[in-house]
């Protein structure tokens, strides 16, 4: 192993372990270290594809475009992705490697995939200068940690240095960050270097007496205080990050409105709604009022239904008309507009069938918005495509734009009735020819894709929304997000913020690399 590292930990789920790391990984690169992210063993229904179509967690493909580097499946070989009733998906370097209880996976990962897991540090380790490794939940778990694979032990193998993590947003960090300290044992500790108190509101005057007293408690020092950082337009890692379901609180959705009001779209929160950063992009847009939506209620305001992505698209399937919310999509289909992705255009088709009980033991009737059926199969296809639209307009309104770009994860595989109308035609490395992707309902005003990602592209994204206005009679947009722009310019305000607040000498320097001079010279100012 060539590379150094350091290792950021928390003190629980959701205290900022993943956008910290992306800060890191930023800063390294910003002074001139080869760097990689790496989180041995990550459980999220958002995940990425990597060139090589290759199946990875979206933090961790975030952490690398903070490197400004490719990811790689050697950044997270170990992805557990939640099918219901205690069981996960296990992929492993990016293939599917079984579906497994949360039982029998605890007593087979340190045996058998802690080993891979520490052949992909080395292969990171052997090509950059510096590793930052990312922890899962806490390290002090007693529970979980003897078969624990991604906190402490790893942190042994890599001899990382680390960071613990405290969210001050939530309250008691002062007790959590002890309590975590105090649950592990000596060896542990000793790897701890110092804390971070991480989303920070206030006066930090009110907060130093307490950083005091608990330096004198762990014995280890704070290496800074950073403040909450609002609109960073990154992704989140699991749906603590979304926001409130029940937080409806535009008053764009409470009234008619103006024609210049924001296109109200809403995206169904299904149970198992998987890959919900495909939405970011177009909850940054000015002219859009985008809202998680799980009752007819919300809908009923909506100009846009968009039906996402699913873990388990029979379930929730199932789910959604348990609580009517099919009655008020097909009725909304009468006169507005609705988009499926991935598993959500399965939903709008005629039919789901599972016959390797893949995801279900059942055949399920779509919504028959589109006519297409779906057939899971055991092979997950994944993928980087790209491609163009085959009608030049969309919702009957024409298009500056058709092409189109993303990636796919699914298990479906999708069949033409008789009259459908595909929606793309797309390519992918690795694929010989060209591939017909999703379907448009008869009228127009619906359409659904497996191409996640598909609003990330500036060209579509606004394509789309100047179409969707256009249909429901609003006016043009006054303006228009550059997404790879703005999440450059977050990625850097994000790696600014941090500079600014930790210690960062004393950082490089428990990660075993130096500081160049013009870093150095502001640190000791």
């Not at 920070?200 to 004198?216: A, M, T, V």
């Not at 005629?350 to 919504?367: A, F, Q, R």
């Not at 994944?382 to 639209?389: A, D, E």
Request: charged share 20%.
């Amino acid at each position: 192993m060539r590379a150094r590292s350091i290792m950021v930990l928390g003190t629980s789920s959701h205290v900022g372990k993943s956008l910290l790391a992306a800060a890191l990984c930023r800063i390294f690169a910003q002074e001139g270290y080869r760097v990689a992210p790496f989180k041995s063993q990550n459980m999220s229904l958002n995940s990425a594809v990597t060139r090589e179509g290759l199946e990875i967690g979206r933090a961790q493909a975030l952490q690398a475009e903070a490197a400004c580097i490719l990811p790689s499946v050697h950044m997270n070989p170990i992805l557990l992705k939640p099918t219901g009733n205690m069981t996960s998906q296990v992929i492993v370097h990016g293939k599917i490697w079984g579906t497994l209880s949360a039982a029998n996976y605890h007593l087979r990962r340190v045996s058998e995939l802690f080993p891979l897991a520490c052949e992909s540090y080395q292969t990171l380790a052997f090509e950059n200068d510096v590793i930052v490794l990312e922890g899962a939940g806490s390290p002090a778990e007693i529970n979980l940690k003897s078969q624990d694979i991604v906190n402490m032990r790893m942190a042994e193998f890599a001899d990382a240095s680390c960071i613990l993590i405290g969210d001050i947003d939530r309250g008691g960090v002062f007790a959590s960050l002890l309590g975590t300290v105090e649950l592990l044992e000596p060896h542990e500790r000793s790897r701890i270097a110092g804390f971070i108190i991480n989303k920070f509101r206030g006066d930090i005057k009110l907060l130093e007496p307490g950083i005091r007293l608990i330096e004198e408690r762990l014995g280890k020092p704070c290496f800074g205080v950073v403040p909450y950082i609002a609109d960073l337009s990154l992704d989140e890692e699991d749906s603590l990050g979304l926001p409130a379901l029940d937080s409806h609180s535009d008053t764009s959705w409470q009234s008619p409105g103006t024609p210049s009001r924001p296109l109200r779209i809403a995206v169904v929160a299904l149970p198992s709604f998987s890959n919900f950063t495909d939405f970011d992009a177009l909850r940054a847009e000015p002219c859009v009022s985008l809202q998680f939506c799980r009752t007819p209620d919300q809908l009923a305001a909506a100009d846009v239904i968009i039906i996402p992505g699913s873990k388990q698209t029979a379930d929730d399937l199932y789910w959604m008309r348990s609580h009517h919310l099919d009655k008020s999509i097909l009725s909304h289909a009468k006169t507005g507009l609705v988009v499926g992705i991935c598993g959500g255009m399965q939903i709008l088709g005629t039919e789901i069938t599972d016959p390797h009980k893949m995801e279900s033991s059942s055949t399920v009737n779509g919504l028959g918005l589109l006519a297409i059926r779906t057939s899971m199969r055991p092979d997950k296809m994944t993928r980087i495509s790209c491609g163009h639209l085959l009608a030049p307009s969309l919702f009957g309104q024409p298009l500056s734009s058709t092409d189109v770009r993303g990636y796919e994860v699914h298990l479906g595989e999708t069949e033409y009735l008789e009259g459908a109308s595909p929606f793309a035609r797309i390519s992918a490395d690795g694929w010989n020819g060209t591939f017909l992707d999703g379907c448009i309902a008869d009228g127009g005003n619906a359409f659904g894709t497996y191409l996640h990602g598909i609003f990330d592209t500036d060209s579509f994204r606004h394509s789309f929304l100047i179409a969707a206005r256009q249909f429901c009679h609003l006016a043009a947009p006054e303006r228009l997000e550059d997404w790879r722009q703005r999440r450059e310019q977050s990625l850097d305000r994000l790696a600014t913020t941090v500079r600014s607040a930790v210690d960062l000498k004393t950082i490089f320097a428990f990660a075993g690399i130096t500081c160049n001079e013009e870093l150095q010279a502001k640190e000791d100012r």
